[in-house]
Structure formats: structure tokens, C-alpha cells
């Protein structure tokens, strides 16, 4: 029995623009932009609020995502199976609270690309080649205490 997995990752700016991804599973580069654009596509379906964070939820073929706006940015996240809409909201919360701890601040594109290496070492901390690895922030910030940002 598949326990399924968390397949992707991105984060992007409201006007569509990535800044970062993070693909778990092996995609072309056709399903890469068939997902993209599943994404894109969604959030430009929907009233996006401006000061607050609040989540949405649509279907990616057999899948399903979540995405929040926080900011200028929106963070999707896309899975399948115990990964579930509610599964996918409360990981994507747990990233986005540690991004903001870990960064000072509200992530920003800006400051997202400045501090990208923060960023995909807290995206690796929490989830690990598809599969939640830790949700408990104070666990997470110490989990990248000890990591270079190269390693």
C-alpha cells in the first residue's frame, strides 16, 4: 500500500515568477511545467487576500495541492495519499513559520533569492526526498544550526 509522499515544493511571487522549487520525484520537463502551470492557474483563479494568510486547496490530476499567500509570495506545496489537504496546509504553516523566524522577517522575493540557501535548508530540514521529516520548529532551527549552507 503507497503511504504516499509530498512530490513538490515552490515557492513564487504573485505575478507567477518562481523563486524556488523543489521537485521529490523524477518529472520531465513537460510535467515540471504541466505543474507549474496547475499552480499558477489555481492561484490566479482565486481572490488572494493581501494581509493575511490564508490557505487554498485544488486537484493536480490524482493529486492534490495546497498554497498560501503570505506577502508578495505564495508557497504550493503538491501530494498524494496521507498527504492530504490538511496534511499539506499544516506543513506548508510549519515552513513558512520557521522561514519567518529564520529570516527575520516576512519572506520577501527579495529576500527569499538573498537568503536562498536559508531557505533550501529549511525546505530539506523539514521535508526529506518526498517524506515529512520534522514539524516542530525549535527542532528545525536546530537542525540547521549544525549544516553548512553547502552541505
Given at each position: 500500500m503507497?503511504?504516499?509522499?509530498?512530490?513538490?515544493?515552490?515557492?513564487?511571487?504573485?505575478?507567477?515568477?518562481?523563486?524556488?522549487?523543489?521537485?521529490?520525484d523524477r518529472f520531465t520537463?513537460?510535467?515540471?511545467a504541466e505543474i507549474r502551470a496547475a499552480f499558477s492557474t489555481?492561484?490566479?483563479?482565486?481572490?488572494?487576500?493581501?494581509?493575511?494568510?490564508?490557505d487554498f486547496i485544488?486537484?493536480?490530476?490524482?493529486t492534490r495541492f495546497?498554497?498560501?499567500?503570505?506577502?508578495?509570495?505564495?508557497?504550493?506545496l503538491l501530494g498524494s495519499g496521507e498527504y492530504d489537504e490538511v496534511g499539506l496546509v499544516e506543513v506548508l504553516r510549519v515552513i513558512i513559520q520557521v522561514l519567518k523566524?529564520?529570516?527575520?522577517?516576512?519572506?520577501?522575493?527579495g529576500l527569499m533569492l538573498d537568503k536562498y540557501s536559508k531557505v533550501a535548508l529549511v525546505v530539506d530540514e523539514v521535508i526529506n526526498e518526498g517524506l515529512l521529516?520534522?514539524?516542530?520548529?525549535?527542532a528545525i532551527k536546530k537542525g540547521i544550526k549544525g549544516k553548512a549552507a553547502w552541505e
Amino acid at each position: 500500500m503507497d503511504a504516499g509522499r509530498i512530490h513538490c515544493f515552490l515557492v513564487s511571487t504573485r505575478g507567477g515568477d518562481v523563486i524556488y522549487e523543489r521537485f521529490f520525484d523524477r518529472f520531465t520537463e513537460l510535467e515540471k511545467a504541466e505543474i507549474r502551470a496547475a499552480f499558477s492557474t489555481a492561484s490566479n483563479n482565486v481572490r488572494m487576500p493581501v494581509n493575511q494568510e490564508q490557505d487554498f486547496i485544488a486537484p493536480y490530476k490524482l493529486t492534490r495541492f495546497a498554497f498560501i499567500p503570505v506577502a508578495d509570495t505564495v508557497f504550493y506545496l503538491l501530494g498524494s495519499g496521507e498527504y492530504d489537504e490538511v496534511g499539506l496546509v499544516e506543513v506548508l504553516r510549519v515552513i513558512i513559520q520557521v522561514l519567518k523566524d529564520v529570516l527575520g522577517k516576512v519572506p520577501s522575493p527579495g529576500l527569499m533569492l538573498d537568503k536562498y540557501s536559508k531557505v533550501a535548508l529549511v525546505v530539506d530540514e523539514v521535508i526529506n526526498e518526498g517524506l515529512l521529516e520534522a514539524v516542530d520548529k525549535e527542532a528545525i532551527k536546530k537542525g540547521i544550526k549544525g549544516k553548512a549552507a553547502w552541505e
